[in-house]
């Protein structure tokens, strides 16, 4: 066996391989391996794109959250507002209702009096005329002298 034989036959064995996986093999796996790239820089873009769309997503939900609690806080004062005047309002009605109520009272007291006085005068107009009566020892006729008594009781 010659040496230098044995390695030119290698070395035309070693270029065929050579040339055989460039013109067949080397297209594939360069294919293949051109997709898989792609399809990560593809996958690092998508997940760039949701990094930023999760932040954005994380400021707009700070954000209605700040604008939520500034309204519930408005709410809440109109709410306090609210009840405050209606206290008021109570307190108001209720005071109107006492007024009326001790108008009522008093115009009733009034007239209760007005009716004792009614009364105490006529008593006192048939005490008279019986005094009268006594002392004139004569019988005074009450429809005669009405006009008399109705002066007297008035007048009392």
Avoid: P
Avoid at 115 to 131: D, F, I, N, Y
Wanted: proline residues 0%; negative net charge; aromatic residues 6%.
């Amino acid at each position: 066996m010659n040496i230098n034989l044995t390695l030119i036959g290698q070395s035309i064995t070693f270029i065929f391989f050579v040339w055989f996986c460039y013109a067949f093999v080397w297209k594939a796996i360069r294919t293949a391996m051109d997709e898989r790239e792609k399809q990560i820089a593809d996958g690092l873009e998508a997940a760039d794109r949701a990094g930023r769309d999760l932040e954005l997503a994380q400021e707009k939900a700070a954000k209605q959250m700040k604008e939520a609690k500034a309204e519930a806080a408005g709410i809440i004062e109109a709410a306090n507002k609210r009840g405050s005047q209606i206290v008021e309002e109570a307190k108001e009605q209720a005071r109107v209702e006492a007024d009326r109520v001790k108008a009522s009272a008093q115009a009733e007291v009034e007239q209760e009096v007005n009716r004792a006085k009614e009364q105490l005068r006529s008593q006192v107009a048939k005490l008279a005329l019986a005094g009268a009566e006594k002392v004139l020892e004569a019988s005074i006729d009450e429809a005669k002298h009405k006009d008399l008594v109705d002066k007297l009781a008035a007048g009392l």
